[in-house]
């Protein structure tokens, strides 16, 4: 395996988790998934569709997130928003980052102070 | 248009566990379709399902960790290759078979039955034998290769573009049903046997006369001579059609081809030898004259020269029916060939 190839193996590894995160933090308002998908990008948040789509119905199926379809228009789709159990999760995962952000932050601090 | 999202999601989904693909699909469509502008072209279309890239990756995206022996994401292409494995080793393996048992049961000397079921139990057990064989050794082969990643490391090198898409899908024309060709098959080499046979004079022609069952000689030696060439060359291209049919399974050029070689091969051969003025024994043709057939009608009918009608008949069968096999095989390949580029 050559140093890109792992590189890219850490960095998809260090991204999974936080995908979820930004998922759920932000479908506390009903939202489709290609809607959902520019809304992430443009706040700079590296996501693909073949990333974004497997993901919402993983949730789901997880019992993290609830859809429905809305039929209303010509074309149908599929409106996913946050469930009662995906709330307390993302609440614990948030408390989580926040946390762990502390703790690199004073990682990053003293491997500084040692230079 | 359409098409290429069709055979995108199709691809997609084949991948994927049985419960899960309608669902799937529905939500891949409406997707593609958010993604796509209005009025969109098949520019348009071709770049979206770039951006959603290699429906291999995505499949492997949409499944839920499960553990198969055989997972989905391979289950197609390991179905694909038993379905042509199995069948041509196995029909290969049975020819070969008849083949030995043929050779074997020239130097018995016991009667026709036992001939027969020795070669048929010979073709049989080797055939068997060998499509078990391939079969144990290809899930072995698939389970291997998944365990070890060498099939996702495999998908994973090649770049994906869209002509990767499947061109068919199931219910786009019409297949050549694999039991047809095997029957096909096995009825031509069976068929064909029987007269070598009887070519070899390994097979008696057996009649009632006067009371007493007694083996009838009909046809000339140098026209049993050249029937063992015939149908020698009758048996191989007949084998070879139907080996066409069990590969393409569908109605495409090779197989055209191969139907009208055997067809017009054949079509000349059995004329050639129905034809032959040398074809009966005298001692046979004076045998129909002089037989009492019970009916007035029919004895007139042998003495003059029935026999010759009768033959003349058969002729026009002949090229009656290969007329028909060859208009029937231009027809559905040229079916198949129009419905594949609209």
Same mark, same amino acid.
């Given at each position: 395996?050559?140093?890109?190839?792992?590189l890219?193996g850490?960095i998809?590894?260090l991204?999974?988790?936080a995908?979820?995160?930004a998922?759920?933090?932000?479908?506390?308002?009903?939202?489709?998934?290609?809607?959902?998908l520019?809304?992430l990008?443009?706040?700079?948040?590296?996501?693909e569709?073949?990333?974004?789509?497997?993901?919402?119905?993983?949730l789901?199926?997880?019992g993290?997130?609830?859809?429905?379809?809305?039929?209303?228009?010509s074309?149908p789709?599929?409106?996913?928003?946050i469930?009662e159990?995906?709330?307390?999760?993302?609440?614990?995962?948030?408390?989580?980052?926040?946390?762990?952000?502390?703790?690199?932050?004073a990682?990053f601090r003293?491997e500084?102070?040692?230079? | 248009?359409?098409?290429?999202i069709?055979?995108?999601?199709y691809d997609?989904?084949?991948?994927l566990p049985?419960h899960?693909?309608a669902d799937?699909?529905?939500?891949l469509?409406a997707?593609?379709?958010?993604?796509?502008?209005?009025?969109?072209?098949e520019?348009?279309?071709?770049?979206v399902?770039?951006?959603?890239?290699?429906p291999?990756?995505?499949?492997?995206?949409?499944?839920?960790?499960?553990?198969?022996?055989?997972?989905?994401?391979?289950?197609n292409?390991?179905?694909?290759?038993l379905?042509h494995?199995?069948?041509i080793v196995?029909?290969?393996?049975f020819?070969?078979?008849?083949f030995?048992? /043929?050779?074997e049961?020239l130097?018995?000397?016991?009667? +026709? &039955?036992?001939?027969?079921?020795?070669i048929? %139990?010979? #073709? *049989?057990?080797l055939?068997?034998?060998?499509?078990?064989y391939?079969?144990?050794?290809?899930?072995?082969?698939?389970?291997?290769?998944?365990?070890?990643g060498?099939?996702?490391?495999?998908?994973?090198h090649r770049?994906?573009k869209?002509s990767d898409l499947?061109e068919?899908?199931?219910?786009s024309?019409?297949r050549?049903?694999?039991?047809?060709s095997?029957?096909?098959l096995?009825?031509?080499?069976?068929?064909?046997?029987?007269?070598?046979?009887?070519?070899?004079?390994a097979?008696?022609?057996?009649?009632?006369?006067n009371?007493?069952?007694?083996?009838?000689h009909?046809?000339?030696?140098?026209?049993?001579?050249?029937g063992?060439?015939?149908?020698?060359?009758?048996?191989?291209?007949?084998?070879?059609?139907?080996l066409m049919?069990? /590969?393409?399974?569908?109605?495409?050029?090779?197989?055209? +081809? &191969?139907?009208?070689?055997?067809?017009?091969? %054949?079509? #000349? *051969?059995?004329l050639?030898?129905f034809?032959?003025?040398?074809?009966?024994?005298?001692?046979?043709v004076t045998?129909?004259?002089t037989?009492e057939?019970?009916?007035?009608?029919?004895e007139?009918f042998f003495?003059?020269?029935?026999?010759?009608v009768i033959l003349?008949?058969?002729?026009?069968?002949v090229v009656?029916?290969?007329?028909?096999?060859?208009g029937?095989?231009?027809y559905?390949?040229?079916f198949?060939?129009?419905?594949k580029k609209?």
């Amino acid at each position: 395996m050559s140093e890109s190839e792992q590189l890219h193996g850490y960095i998809t590894e260090l991204r999974r988790g936080a995908l979820t995160l930004a998922v759920l933090g932000s479908l506390t308002k009903p939202c489709y998934g290609y809607a959902l998908l520019q809304s992430l990008q443009q706040k700079q948040i590296l996501i693909e569709a073949n990333t974004l789509y497997p993901l919402l119905r993983r949730l789901e199926a997880q019992g993290l997130l609830q859809s429905d379809w809305d039929t209303a228009e010509s074309r149908p789709r599929k409106y996913y928003s946050i469930s009662e159990k995906g709330k307390e999760i993302y609440q614990g995962l948030l408390a989580e980052w926040n946390s762990m952000q502390q703790s690199m932050k004073a990682v990053f601090r003293r491997e500084n102070d040692n230079e | 248009m359409n098409n290429l999202i069709d055979r995108y999601v199709y691809d997609v989904i084949r991948r994927l566990p049985e419960h899960e693909r309608a669902d799937v699909e529905k939500e891949l469509r409406a997707n593609i379709f958010d993604m796509l502008p209005e009025d969109a072209d098949e520019q348009d279309i071709a770049a979206v399902l770039s951006e959603l890239g290699s429906p291999f990756y995505l499949a492997n995206q949409y499944r839920q960790p499960q553990r198969y022996l055989i997972s989905p994401a391979v289950y197609n292409d390991y179905l694909r290759v038993l379905k042509h494995l199995v069948p041509i080793v196995g029909a290969l393996v049975f020819v070969i078979g008849v083949f030995v048992g /043929i050779m074997e049961s020239l130097d018995f000397e016991n009667g +026709l &039955a036992y001939r027969i079921s020795h070669i048929l %139990s010979q #073709g *049989f057990s080797l055939g068997f034998s060998a499509a078990f064989y391939m079969l144990f050794w290809t899930t072995v082969g698939f389970v291997i290769a998944e365990r070890t990643g060498a099939y996702n490391g495999l998908q994973k090198h090649r770049e994906w573009k869209i002509s990767d898409l499947p061109e068919q899908m199931p219910g786009s024309g019409k297949r050549i049903p694999l039991s047809d060709s095997i029957a096909e098959l096995i009825v031509t080499l069976v068929f064909c046997g029987t007269i070598i046979l009887y070519c070899f004079n390994a097979f008696p022609f057996l009649l009632i006369r006067n009371g007493a069952l007694e083996n009838f000689h009909i046809f000339n030696a140098a026209a049993l001579n050249f029937g063992k060439l015939a149908f020698s060359v009758i048996a191989v291209l007949g084998s070879v059609e139907a080996l066409m049919k069990i /590969i393409f399974r569908r109605w495409t050029l090779p197989v055209l +081809l &191969a139907t009208l070689a055997n067809s017009l091969v %054949s079509m #000349g *051969f059995l004329l050639h030898i129905f034809n032959r003025p040398d074809l009966l024994l005298p001692e046979f043709v004076t045998y129909v004259k002089t037989a009492e057939w019970g009916n007035a009608d029919i004895e007139r009918f042998f003495v003059q020269d029935g026999l010759q009608v009768i033959l003349l008949l058969v002729c026009v069968l002949v090229v009656l029916v290969s007329l028909l096999e060859i208009g029937l095989a231009v027809y559905k390949t040229v079916f198949q060939y129009r419905r594949k580029k609209t």
